[in-house]
């Protein structure tokens, strides 16, 4: 047994969500609420921004494959929402690591 990697979590709750199916709408929402309204901005929330984002787009998809286009214009702005929540984590983990190392920009 290896540990996962970090490219391999992301593929991991890329299918997780990407096969969501009617049965599993309300697990999907609760994970999907949670990460999107987490307060924090470390490493890990940052990652999962992007790998539900990934998930999300991927689901967007395949509901569009399926003639669904509510449910991919649904899943694709989320998906939408969680990069931009994730690019503001960044810029705050920016910001953060140049006040500890000190660098003052005038």
Do not use: W
């Not at 990652?47 to 003639?67: D, P, T």
């Not at 990069?83 to 000190?102: F, P």
């Amino acid at each position: 047994m290896s540990i996962p990697s970090l490219s391999d979590y992301m593929v991991s709750v890329e299918r997780r969500v990407a096969s969501t199916t009617p049965d599993t709408e309300a697990e999907l929402a609760q994970a999907l609420i949670a990460v999107s309204t987490s307060k924090t901005a470390t490493d890990e929330d940052l990652f999962n921004c992007i790998a539900f984002s990934r998930g999300c787009h991927a689901l967007a998809e395949s509901c569009r494959e399926q003639g669904d286009q509510d449910g991919a214009d649904l899943y694709h702005a989320f998906g939408q929402d969680l990069l931009t929540k994730a690019t503001c984590m960044l810029a705050e983990l920016m910001a953060i690591g140049l006040h500890r190392l000190e660098v003052v920009r005038h």
